[in-house]
């Protein structure tokens, strides 16, 4: 099994998808989600690494992880902000930001190229292709159905042993240790 990232369905074929294998994805994950934890400041930047550290492999099984760049919980309003730190958090990953709290040493060369094309694909992502049905279902209505685990943190907490925002799955890193 394997997962994929990939541009919104009207977009598809203007560039490749990335395709990961799980261990791969695993590793992407956690060193975009190290980098966000340290560089968010904003709430909405702390959603987006949240969101992303949601996508623990470890807690809702492997291969199940891919999405579009549209699923993810963009805001119009906060767009181009969301957008430059989505940026700022992918550069912060390849220069290898945080990665001194992970329990392993990643194969920097896979890594890198696939955030590289993540980077890419954020950049040609535009305002047009947000889809708020993703930042809503993610952020009101998850959370309505279950009052004891919300989707999003109240407090935006971190992990006291790696300094990462904490998920409804909890810490991605000791998840997966």
């Not at 987006?48 to 999405?67: E, K, P």
């Not at 992990?159 to 904490?166: A, D, E, F, S, T």
Request: aromatic residues 10%.
């Amino acid at each position: 099994m394997s997962n994929t990232i990939c541009m919104p369905k009207n977009r598809r074929h203007e560039m490749d998808d990335i395709r990961m294998s799980n261990g791969l994805t695993s590793v992407f994950v956690e060193v975009v989600v190290l980098s966000g934890s340290i560089l968010a400041k904003a709430d909405r930047e702390k959603e987006m690494i949240i969101w992303l550290a949601q996508q623990d492999q470890s807690v809702i099984g492997v291969g199940t992880i891919g999405f579009a760049l549209d699923d993810m919980p963009w805001t119009l309003n906060h767009f181009e902000r969301e957008k430059a730190f989505m940026l700022r958090t992918i550069s912060g990953a390849m220069e290898g930001l945080g990665w001194e709290r992970l329990s392993y040493e990643p194969r920097k060369d896979w890594v890198l190229e696939c955030l590289s094309r993540f980077q890419s694909m954020i950049h040609a992502f535009d305002q047009e292709n947000v889809n708020m049905n993703s930042y809503l279902y993610w952020s009101e209505i998850e959370e309505e159905e279950d009052e004891d685990s919300p989707t999003i943190p109240r407090g935006y907490p971190k992990c006291r042993k790696h300094q990462i925002y904490l998920s409804c799955h909890g810490c991605i890193l000791c998840n997966n240790e």
